[in-house]
């Protein structure tokens, strides 16, 4: 296992630079996921750790090696990719030990290597079949486990759920999770979900357009946003936002409703601003404010609501069973230590 430097790491594609300078340290059995819409740069940046694409400027080391100019055989590093790629003509298990095999390693080390990551992964049953005789969630675990019969000091996952449906998707996140805590081994992984980065990371580098947003645990970024792009990113369904300006010690919103300002953002007054509030921090209020209702989604647990508040469109999220019907109004309440105020101008969260 070791730690993963990158240090101001630039890609550049002729004249256009698609990393801007990336600074992010991984230590030692961390699970860092690299999160952000397409195109952000994250799976280009973990290519780069992988060796498979060059770096124009800046460093990554491995350990106490710089890889800028190393191999990727040579990295110690394993990588799962999103499309699984293993050999059709071989069975499970000559496809996890084909890696050994290359190095010469002994009958007697392929055996009881293969046989421990079949164990870890419950293929013991699926070593003679082929891949075309697998579910795509069980060729997601003979890639996992070619890659841990390797021992590397760094995995690297690249949109490795991507191709399955929603109920294994859950499955493996957890498989995914619970793998890591077995072995401990450092681990970079892609994803654009942020739900799988909120449920598997223990720190999350949140990307966008090839700059690094906001670098914290999940939980972190949830509660304390430094910008607008990741309060909005971060979280399902989005955070609301509210446009407006801070005065005499309250917000009030384009349409002139008022809302109460958390602490943080006191003393702002006639700035331009942005009013955050996640959609479970709404509260049905009888001398609340109005909400005009356009579409009820009940999911059984909660009702999310979407509807007409302040003049946005907004959607809120209920553990009460709500009665009324689209086209009504409800009337809710607003916590202001839970809300968020962004500068309208930078987008940055005001008392971060």
Known sequence: MANVSIRNVRKRFGSTEILHGVDVEIDDGEFVILVGPSGCGKSTLLRMIAGLENISSGEIAIGDRVVNNIAPKER????????????????????????????????????????????????????????RQLSGGQRQRVAMGRAIVRDPQVFLFDEPLSNLDAKLRVAMRAEIKELHQRLQTTTVYVTHDQIEAMTMADKIVVMNAGNVEQIGAPLDLYDKPNNLFVAGFIGSPAMNFVKGKVADGAFTAEDGTILPLPPSAAGQDGRPAVYGIRPEHFRLAGDGLPARITVLEPTGSETQVMAHFAGTPIIGAFRERIAAKPGETIRVSVDPMAAHVFDGATGQRIGA
């Open 76 to 131: 110690d590093i394993a990588m799962v990719f999103q499309n699984y790629a293993l050999y059709p003509h071989m069975t499970v298990r000559d496809n996890m030990a084909f890696s050994l095999s290359l190095t010469n390693a002994s009958k007697a080390e392929i055996d009881e290597k293969v046989g421990r990551a079949a164990q870890i992964l419950g293929l013991n049953p699926y070593l003679a079949r082929y891949p």
